[in-house]
């Protein structure tokens, strides 16, 4: 994949946002920055570093990551066939990144916001935009759903996205709808739908890699041959 500045930019310039609040907010922030939020509100203070300047540096990381591991990816020429999925699905985790940020320096600063169930909400809503691209995702070694079975039959990636893609929309709308429910309800549901997602996706893409008469071993997965042998 080449770098494209008409398409990076928007990625870049959620970046530089976050950034950009951290060099306005820093000489007036407080010492004691919350940091972490439990059941009952903050549960955690850390550093003025930890609070202002460590979600810009992972938001820069991740976007650095994403830019440049497709470059090494053994499936690297599948993702001509998904690049604008690809885009859409790393500029959404920016945002939702960058918009935890924005709450959590505006809670800091004396704003009252339920910090807790605003980012139960953006999560919710994250897995429900990302649904709507999973089907498009091709295979790869570093997005989407990877498991023994998708990564050696096409036919079990293939299903198994689809499957994932309802999922991600289902666990989001369950997701968000645990909102309205007592707190540690809205938690617990936070919790319970990604690892039902994960078993069920990962059992059922086993089910679909054991019925596909085309499916291959896994690279480097062969008996090795007779001593001597290549």
Known sequence: MRFNWRTELPLLLVVLA???IAGLTWPNAPE???VHWGLHGVDRYGSKFEGILVDPLIALGLYAATLLLP????????YAQFSGAYLAIRLVILLFLAAIYLITQL???GYHIDVGTVVILMFGGLLIVIGNFMSKVRPNWFVGIRTPWTLSSKLSWDRT?????WAFIAGGLLIIGGVAAPPSVGIAVCLAVPITMVVVLYGYSYIVWKSDPDKQPP??????GPPGTV
């Open 161 to 165: 996205h689809r499957l994932g893609g």
């Open 18 to 20: 976050m950034f950009a």
């Open 219 to 224: 690279a480097a997965t062969m008996p090795a």
């Open 32 to 34: 004691h920055f919350p």
């Open 71 to 78: 470059r090494i990816d053994p499936g690297r020429a599948n």
């Open 107 to 109: 809670f800091a600063y």
